[in-house]
């Protein structure tokens, strides 16, 4: 992505739209800014043909203003020498668009009316919807995105993937996949989550409005450049954080044992494993620095003992779902609840969390992913996926403390909103979710409030990242412990 900017803000489309009517009661012309629009992206594009090559271009417009600024990019890039036909949908009401159309005419670019491509072109510039675009497309319209995605030339979209929303990321139900994505006067939500990675390709932004005090953001991008405080030349294990793992059903072992081994790749100074016996010696054959202890043989005075003399707890992984599981979360939940601990709720923690909810100390991060989240807001994964700003903010409100919502474009929600950017389609394995919550215990372990959530989501991310340079076919969550080592000292 081009022009990311430390935590960059993300808006809603809404919002976007109230500052432009700002913009234009002040007497400022929309017509002006489309063409001001226009020109950006066509500078832009002029260089990115000249470094590809690109011939031949077809520029498809819909029927309203994002038309406008495909019909203005057409002209632009014709004046500058470039071959280029327009395709169009029959014109809208708008007077801005009857305009750019007209001085399309005028210089003597040609319009053909329709989708059905006279030839074969090297780019393809996507003008059809815009921000706006909130509803299902019907039959005629998905079947024109479709068509333009199976050319085989470079997918240029004008402000937003027509077809994708603007503020979910989710496709209505099909849209363009763009190589990039010109978005106009600031970033949307539905570029980074959901499922607009998919779509958008690489991101620019087309600033041309100054910003006013009414404008606020939804959200931040999480910045992929974070420090960590330094390690004191005087410092022992005792002073980098005692990390408790609980969980380990008798049948579910893996998940503790991934989650404890990317709480020391993380940096913890000690690592306490509370499971079923069982596991134990699966667990010293990988990692014989950790501790282990009996979650069977533990009694309250027990457990209350060991949440005192450690930092930080991750609960949940591979706990179950039975009556042994649950008689072990009523037991141990109520002693985390009550403690100072940093405490870090996954898996099956959330599931009997939803089963009998209750308002979360302040020092607790949840992990859901979207079928998680569902079964805590008793709504579908569809409800989830379809507004997934909306449902974190449900998740904080029903439940307090502060949460990550884990997918694409994962989002976090701690003072406010934050997505993280990093991450790829090969961290969708079985075990990643355990890692992160290894991690998050770690890092809060030892450096507390100097470290925030979504600093600790996107190491995450970086370290799969990390482990996907070869390819992302086949990423193991076991593998994942050396690329956390290296997030963490980059």
């Known amino acids: 992505m081009q022009q990311q900017v430390y935590h960059s803000p993300v808006y809603h489309s809404q919002s976007i739209q109230a500052w432009e009517q700002r913009w234009f009661a002040q007497h400022n012309s929309s017509y002006g800014l489309m063409k001001q629009v226009a020109w950006a992206i066509a500078k832009r594009l002029i260089i990115i043909f000249h470094e590809q090559g690109i011939k031949k271009t077809a520029i498809c417009c819909g029927q309203g203003n994002n038309a406008g600024d495909g019909y203005l990019i057409a002209k632009y890039l014709f004046q500058a020498g470039l071959n280029v036909d327009v395709y169009a949908a029959p014109l809208g009401m708008s007077k801005d668009l009857h305009a750019a159309e007209q001085e399309v005419r005028e210089a003597g670019v040609r319009i053909i009316s329709g989708f059905h491509f006279q030839q074969t072109y090297d780019a393809y510039i996507d003008a059809l919807f815009g921000i ?4 299902v497309l019907n039959a005629e319209w998905q079947g024109i995105i479709r068509r333009i ?33 010109f978005t106009a006067l600031g970033l949307k939500a539905g570029l980074f989550t959901g499922q607009g990675k998919e779509y958008c390709g690489q991101i620019d932004v087309i600033d041309v409005m100054p910003t006013d005090a009414e404008l606020q953001p939804i959200a931040h991008l999480s910045s992929t450049d974070i420090h960590l405080p330094e390690r004191q030349a005087f410092g022992h294990k005792g002073s980098y954080g005692h990390v408790l793992i609980v969980g380990g059903h008798a049948t579910m072992g893996g998940a503790v044992i991934m989650a404890a081994e990317a709480a020391f790749h993380a940096g913890a100074g000690k690592v306490t494993v509370v499971c079923d016996a069982r596991h134990h010696t699966a667990i010293l054959s990988r990692a014989p620095n950790m501790m282990l202890r009996d979650i069977n043989a533990l009694s309250a005075e027990d457990i209350q003992s060991l949440i005192q003399h450690v930092d930080a707890i991750s609960f949940g992984m591979g706990l179950g779902r039975d009556d042994w599981a649950e008689k072990q979360y009523k037991q141990w939940f109520p002693l985390i609840q009550q403690s100072q601990l940093e405490t870090v709720l996954d898996a099956d923690a959330l599931w009997f969390l939803a089963e009998s909810p209750e308002r979360l100390k302040v020092k607790s991060y949840a992990t859901p992913h979207s079928g998680e989240a569902a079964k805590l807001l008793g709504m579908t994964v569809q409800d989830v996926e ?14 307090a403390g502060q949460w990550v919502l884990k997918g694409a474009g994962s989002l976090i929600l701690e003072d406010k909103l934050w997505i993280c950017i990093a991450g790829n389609a090969g961290m969708g394995t079985g075990g990643m979710g355990d890692v992160l919550a290894g991690m998050t215990a770690s890092l809060k372990a030892q450096f507390h409030s100097e470290v925030h959530l979504h600093e600790i989501v996107t190491l995450h991310a970086l370290a799969g990242d990390y482990l996907a340079q070869q390819g992302t076919r086949g990423l193991q969550a076991q593998d994942m412990a050396q690329a956390v080592y290296q997030a963490v000292n980059l």
Not at 161 to 175: M, T, V, Y
Not at 386 to 399: F, G, N, P, V, W
Request: hydrophobic share 35%.
């Open 132 to 135: 706006g675009l909130n509803r």
């Open 149 to 181: 995605d199976a050319q085989t030339g470079l997918k240029i979209a004008v402000d937003i993937p027509s077809g994708l929303n603007a503020n979910s990321g989710q496709p209505l139900p099909c849209a363009i996949k763009a190589d990039y994505t």
């Open 386 to 399: 379809a507004d997934r700003l909306k449902a974190i903010h449900l998740l904080q409100e029903k439940y």
